[in-house]
């Protein structure tokens, strides 16, 4: 048995008071990281061609960090701001201290995007979300052929992809069914083929595999360039279906395990943006019948996720 000295005695006393006086002043305890949390965005094509000045109000209320404007078939919000006019838009945003976020330009592709990409600019927004240019019999390449496709692919985008660098614009190509992105390989290739830091990924998993695990796995690998996050799955599909059976596409809805996707995300700490989403329809119909419908339906689903982020 070891006898403690008064000196030892002294030291080992004022060891402990100092512990227990930093461990009860938080000014000196180590400051503890803010626990990880999805970037919202709320995207104009779930409320179909309602009111874009009514639904600018629910981006603060409901919590989002700001808009993603839709257009074409899908919801007519851009087209909407453009017959308003741009200066009036801006004002509504100011009025309610909102911000667009990005532009989604599946019409008409990034091609054809810049007057969009710049209007975009003039409300806050530093993200163009798109498609990517396919060739005849793109869904069926696999291997090298795939490889070189998708390489012809970008050197298209080059124009676009030059002028939103010089304008400090991010690019986020969307994967899609029935093109050289359907499939995990395709998706692994895009990432690795973008060179440029502000081209990326809108990560889409309605459009591959329902297979958790492997979704997972696949943000894992690629989610140094995922720059948009879509909460959304197949379930049903999109097609001509009951409300009740479309809204399987949502979070907590249908039967996909988000947590292996949210796993990664949240240990890559994914800074993009998240849109949760669906295709109501038929195109262009809104997710509820009022503004506040749709808003509640997606805070559900806004819910769900926050709560399964947690959990992982």
Not at 126 to 148: E, H, M, S, W, Y
Not at 227 to 244: I, T
């Amino acid at each position: 048995m070891h006898r403690l000295s008064r000196r030892n005695f002294v030291r080992t006393g004022a060891g402990v008071a100092v512990a227990l006086t930093v461990g009860r002043n938080p000014l000196l305890q180590a400051a503890e990281p803010a626990p990880f949390k999805l970037r919202y965005v709320l995207s104009t094509n779930q409320y179909g061609a309602l009111p874009i000045q009514d639904i600018v109000p629910e981006v603060k209320s409901a919590g989002y960090e700001g808009l993603d404007v839709w257009a074409g078939r899908w919801g007519n919000q851009r087209e909407q701001i453009d017959y308003l006019g741009h200066e009036k838009f801006a004002a509504i945003l100011k009025q309610h201290a909102v911000k667009v976020s990005c532009y989604t330009c599946m019409d008409p592709g990034f091609g054809k995007c810049e007057p969009h990409l710049r209007a975009m600019l003039k409300f806050g927004g530093n993200q163009i979300v798109a498609g990517f240019p396919n060739v005849p019999g793109g869904k069926d390449l696999r291997g090298a052929a795939l490889r070189t496709a998708i390489r012809e692919s970008l050197e298209k985008l080059k124009p676009i992809i030059g002028v939103a660098g010089e304008l400090k614009v991010e690019l986020a190509i969307e994967n899609h069914l029935n093109g050289l992105l359907e499939t995990p390989a395709g998706v692994r290739i895009l990432a690795e083929e973008i060179k440029e830091k502000h081209v990326g990924i809108s990560f889409a998993p309605f459009h591959l595999p329902q297979d958790a695990e492997l979704l997972g796995k696949l943000v894992d690998d690629v989610a140094g360039k995922i720059f948009y996050y879509y909460a959304w799955q197949f379930g049903d599909g999109s097609g001509d279906l009951a409300p009740s059976k479309q809204k399987r596409q949502l979070p907590g809805v249908g039967p996909l395990d988000f947590k292996p996707m949210l796993a990664a995300l949240k240990r890559k700490k994914f800074n993009g943006y998240t849109s949760i989403f669906m295709h109501p329809s038929p195109r262009g119909s809104a997710l509820g019948s009022s503004v506040q419908d749709v808003t509640t339906e997606l805070g559900k689903a806004r819910a769900f996720l926050d709560k399964e982020l947690v959990a992982v």
